[in-house]
């Protein structure tokens, strides 16, 4: 079975930074786009960042844009979330995931996922 894992998420204060990593495989990295999503208890999971094979555009949420940065990592088969300015609101279960298509901010086109990495913004 292929495997994203995440890593990075932790507990931070309001104002600070932290870093998400996800690795997957050379196979999934390369062929596939990759995306970052969130979710808190009782609501939905939510589009947070997305990054296109091959050429490596970005899509952005509008309430990270700007604060949140998406790239990846070709060499090390890795994707990474970096996540400045965090606010509270931040906080929630983050996933890494991979879909075949070019590039999706959609869930539901997304069809690898990682088993996601806690990440708690006090105030």
């Known amino acids: 079975q292929v495997q994203l894992a995440e890593s990075g998420g932790g507990l931070v204060q309001a104002g600070d930074s932290l870093r998400l990593s996800c690795a997957a495989p050379e196979s999934i990295f390369a062929n596939y786009g990759m995306g970052w999503f969130r979710q808190t208890p009782g609501k939905e999971r939510e589009f947070v960042a997305a990054?296109?094979?091959?050429?490596?555009?970005?899509y952005y949420a509008d309430s990270v844009e700007g604060r949140f940065t998406i790239s990846k990592d070709n060499a090390k088969n890795t994707m990474y979330l970096q996540m400045n300015s965090l606010k509270p609101e931040d906080t929630a279960v983050y996933y890494c995931a991979a879909t075949s298509l070019v590039a999706s901010l959609k869930v539901l086109e997304y069809n690898l996922w990682g088993q996601g990495t806690q990440v708690t913004v006090s105030s």
């Open positions: 990054i296109s094979r091959w050429v490596g555009k970005t």
